[in-house]
């Protein structure tokens, strides 16, 4: 169920989210045409969403809010896609680095993190069922 307020949740953590990245480029010394730019392109595209949330199911179901059932199984099954990719392409760039010579740490950890959020989420939702 959706309310006034939950369409909002993706415009204010994507305008929180912005912010963070603006200040971030200015921290690493970036000009303050960069920090802006950035700050712009994340920003304008949590706002865009949010325009054009109630008139497009796409812009609806990137936003977190499927419009009806169908779109709701559509984006189940492409997130469920979307993280076996994820979950390949870590192992892959894991096994490419760590014959390469470099340090596939980072990506050991990435894949950690999304393993452990796996398990978590079965454990939470099987639970609840």
Known sequence: MTTPLTRWVVPVF????AVLIGAAELARHAS???????FVIVAGYAITLRVFQSRSDVAS?????PGDERWASINSRALAVA???VAVALVVAFVVVQFGGGD???YALIAAVF???Y?????WIRSRS
Do not use: Y
Request: no cysteine; glycine share 16%; charged share 5%.
């Open 32 to 38: 303050p045409i960069e920090a802006l730019a950035a």
């Open 61 to 65: 179901l990137l936003s977190g809010m």
């Open 115 to 117: 393993g452990l959020a």
């Open 104 to 106: 596939a740490t980072p």
């Open 14 to 17: 994507g305008v929180g989210l």
């Open 119 to 123: 398990l978590g989420a079965l454990a």
């Open 83 to 85: 993280a076996q990719v």
